[in-house]
Nanobody, 111 residues
């Protein structure tokens, strides 16, 4: 049974940082691409970054230079480090692997 569990969300002030985790079970995060998405209220889900099986990452312009994806193979976990957060980064963040989704974790950026 494949399970993805996100954690690490919370309330942070503009300019602050958070690190989200996506712990995978039943699937190998090292040999599959792991993708982070987010969905803000009233908006469509959008892609915020991916790490492929070779460790190559890619990001959209909206988060490039601020967000970084990394992977801990021993823990079968992928991380999303988010710096210089803005109010428009407020959303539920999800990880995806091989069309499996986690339950999401809420990130709120507000003063």
């Amino acid at each position: 049974q494949v399970q993805l569990v996100e954690s690490g969300g919370g309330l942070v002030q503009p300019g602050g940082s958070l690190r989200l985790s996506c712990a995978a079970s039943g699937i190998n995060s090292r040999t599959n691409a792991m993708t982070w998405y987010r969905q803000a209220p009233g908006k469509q889900r959008e892609w915020v970054g991916v790490i492929n099986s070779g460790g190559i990452t890619n990001y959209p312009a909206s988060v490039k230079g601020r967000f970084t994806i990394s992977r801990d193979n021993a823990k079968n976990t992928v991380y999303l480090q988010m710096n210089s957060l803005k109010p428009e980064d407020t959303a539920v963040y999800y990880c995806n692997c091989a069309n499996y989704w986690g339950q999401g974790t809420q990130v709120t950026v507000s003063s």
